[in-house]
């Protein structure tokens, strides 16, 4: 009797944390998966790549990537770096190609000069991509337009909640996770 109870009280627990985890989820927000050293702060779990296992990936799947500087070091805001970015982000960027059948070219990654916050550059959250017809015909369809930015981007949410900016001369994309990869 007393485990039937107790099974009885875990189960009503997860249905209340899956219920209260609900909106967030349905706002777009990361989902919160690990703690940090500090009660009652959660951070997402991510796995960092290297530059050259995440060059590997996107040469594989067919996604090129340029630099205006024509180098690869991530302290150096000319350059398009890899370092350290987050492996969702890769598999998403290969989700994309991949579902909307177009030529990707990445013009930043991890590099230094892009604006701060948890879901940054730096952090292994977000790429730039060249604008292309095909490529953005695809987001601005496929993705629900979710508003304007301060800066004046217009944003788009994938259903997996990563969102797409249109910047001036291109696609800042922000993944929470790699778009059901």
């Not at 630099?67 to 805001?77: A, D, F, K, T, Y």
């Not at 953005?136 to 909640?161: E, Q």
Request: net charge positive; glycine share 12%.
């Amino acid at each position: 009797m007393r485990i039937s109870t107790f099974v009885a009280s875990i189960a009503a627990s997860v249905l209340t944390l899956a219920v209260g985890a609900g909106p967030a989820l349905a706002a777009g927000a990361p989902p919160a998966t690990s703690t940090s050293g500090s009660p009652g702060v959660v951070r997402p779990m991510v796995t960092k790549l290297s530059h050259a296992d995440a060059t590997s990936r996107l040469r594989a799947a067919g996604i090129t990537w340029s630099s205006s500087g024509g180098c690869s070091n991530r302290n150096n805001p000319t350059c398009t770096s890899f370092e350290q970015v987050n492996l969702d982000t890769i598999r998403g960027i290969i989700t994309l190609k991949n579902a909307s059948g177009c030529a990707v070219n990445v013009t930043g990654g991890t590099e230094t000069g892009h604006a701060g916050g948890t879901y940054s550059h730096w952090n292994g959250y977000k790429l730039d991509i060249s604008i292309y017809t095909c490529v953005s015909n695809y987001i601005t369809r496929t993705f629900t337009f979710i508003g304007y930015r301060s800066d004046g981007a217009a944003m788009y949410r994938s259903a997996a909640g990563n969102i797409y900016a249109r910047e001036g001369n291109h696609w800042d994309i922000t993944y929470y996770n790699c778009g059901g990869c």
